[in-house]
């Protein structure tokens, strides 16, 4: 038997086990051979659940079952589910997970476990939901030397900021639907304020430049301070406003890494990635740019993604794949504030002086209260911040090249 | 020694060189051990070239040396490029190409050869140039029962029709520009009738329905009949027009493919994929709707997807990829005239009386002369065909929901 145990049975654990039993014929063939759930741990019962019957408390069940040779976690935090996956891979069973913050923060740690053990910890499903992604950069792009990835990696966030273009919704109503339709959760903060982007872009960097990038050592800016009156420029001058995340290695070897709301301009296909779908552009030496586009969440994509994971695994259970990454310090990274690029803003002040002190710059809209315009030469933050001066500055973004 | 040879020395077959030479360090780490280029084998001379000094002329020498373990096949065609196929995998070496057309119409029997020699016949590069579509359709979607499967699979047919919408240029003009970039071959037949995109519609579906798709079956339409009168009253409709190639699997387990020209609403990812640029749909029921960018054609993207494959080869010399399909048989296709859709009709008549005729249609433009309409419901091609019996018909193209 190969046995398959789910840690968690939320919205992704129990569309894993629905995916694992109604694609059992596909799966089965992929993997070449027929994968078993044995077990799901949580702490709550689930009486008349098609899946009851797999319902344990015990994590220790699974620990100790040799025919349990995968285990799923989808509990997600790095409180009990570090535990548990810690303790799983020590067992010598592969470990497949959803779980952005756990890999983010800990994942150098934990692959370092499961190479020792000489298993598998794969995390496909932590970034892009069902995008097929992480694969992708560390197979099909294995012949580049990556020097870009960046992308639209927060749905809630894009459901958001498309609302407030296309219906001019103001922000707190388009999150308040967003909550109502699930899109977000009734605490939003780790997404409107980037910190769900920041994991998952630390993740991308950590597979394609080989060193682990520490979340805590990236600024992370949300979409709280972006206004109708940002969308109504933005619009006004051909742009959407996405919140991105971004990871450049530099020619030096060093890393800058962010999240912040950029400025797209409508002809770069990032700007009609609409909605709670989620796109991710990679650049390599090679390949140029591609870009990888689909649900960034939801029950079934992620579980499509988790599951593709434990079909992986199967298939390589005598042969580890080769992820991993060393080890990261801070003398690694870039300043991201010193990256140049151009840049919108938005200040209090009449048109007319905006284009007193900035001749060259495209102005967006304004009027006696308020200007929005696009820089035409790029700089660092800080030196825009210092040109800026004058100005009381109500919104200060990115605009993507 | 973990020996490569490249076979054919043209534009795809230099780049492999180039890749395998310039990211060397980040290939060897990727593969888990260095891959040494051997030989190149082709017919020319290349004084002065860098890598004059791999030239081989006799394949023999490639086949009976033990340390080649990779065959790279550039030559394309199914000829000689089928023989030194069929040899290099029943001398035990993996072999991995970017050549459509021997995939497309001997990828089962090659596949099988393979599998009997416990070596891998590897084909990214077949489908879309660099974009990684094959491995992720196997993998990261192998816990999908995937249901469709579209996309822009030709960069010179492409090219063309960006041309025709954005710049008002007619198709010999288009075509000939075309021609003078580069961006399309002296011969053009292969890519303007469909061809080509007709033979990586049939290995996409060999994929992912899992039987070999004879290309020979499937129906191809190129864009030579696509008027400027035609991207008119598409850009008037708020359509672009894209040649796709597509397959559909049917509930009843019969497959219907095609490839034509469409009108694709703008609202559409796919209609803002322009110029020599390519991009799949990937359907399936657990993920949704996935799309996968980039360059489908050039020299380097190419290159990248071939050597790719090559660190996959290496890093599975001893597991074999699950990659393989079944033989396939006329009854499994479905013909695709009877799948239903909305179509796009140019008829020689005037205006008012398509509108006596179809009350119902979006009239997208017209004058005196000619009249171009979308259709407001769902048809198989013969019944569209029958209901405009009573017109000129000068362009008939399906609609992409």
Sequence with gaps: MYGVAILGFGVVGSGVAEVLTENAARIAKNAGRDLALKYILDVREFP??????????????????????????????????????????????????????????????????????????????????????????????????????????NGTTNYILTSMVRDGAAFDDALRTAQQLGYAEQNPTSDIDGIDACRKICILADLCYGRHVNPDAVTAIGIGKVTSDDTRFATAGNYAIKLLGRAVSREDGRIAAYVAPHLVPKSHLLASVEGVMNAIVVRGNAIGETMFYGAGAGKLPTAS????????????????????????????????????????????????????????????????????????????????????????????FRVLD
């Design 48 to 153: 008349g659940n098609p899946f009851e019957r797999f319902i344990v408390h015990d994590f220790a069940v699974i620990e100790n079952d040799p025919e349990i040779r995968v285990v799923v976690e989808t509990i997600g935090g790095v409180g009990v589910a570090q535990d548990f996956t810690r303790r799983a891979l020590a067992a010598g069973k592969s470990v497949v997970t959803s779980n952005k913050e756990l890999v983010a923060k800990f994942g150098y740690e934990l692959l370092q476990i499961a190479q020792e053990r000489g298993v598998n910890y794969l995390f496909e499903a932590s970034v892009g939901g069902g995008i097929p992604i992480l694969r992708p950069i560390t197979q099909c792009l294995a012949a580049n030397r990556i020097t870009e990835v960046y992308g639209i990696l």
């Design 305 to 396: 993604a988790v599951v593709a994971d434990v079909i992986d695994a199967a298939k390589h259970d005598s042969l580890r794949k080769l992820i991993s990454w060393e080890e990261g310090d801070e003398g690694m990274m870039f300043p991201s504030g010193q990256l140049e690029s151009r840049w919108y803003a938005r200040v209090a002040s009449p048109e007319g002086s905006v284009k007193r002190v900035y001749p060259d710059v495209t102005i967006l809209g304004g009027d006696t209260e308020v200007t929005g315009f696009v820089t035409a030469s790029r700089s660092t933050k800080s030196a825009i911040e210092v040109s800026l001066g004058g100005f009381e500055v109500l919104s200060l």
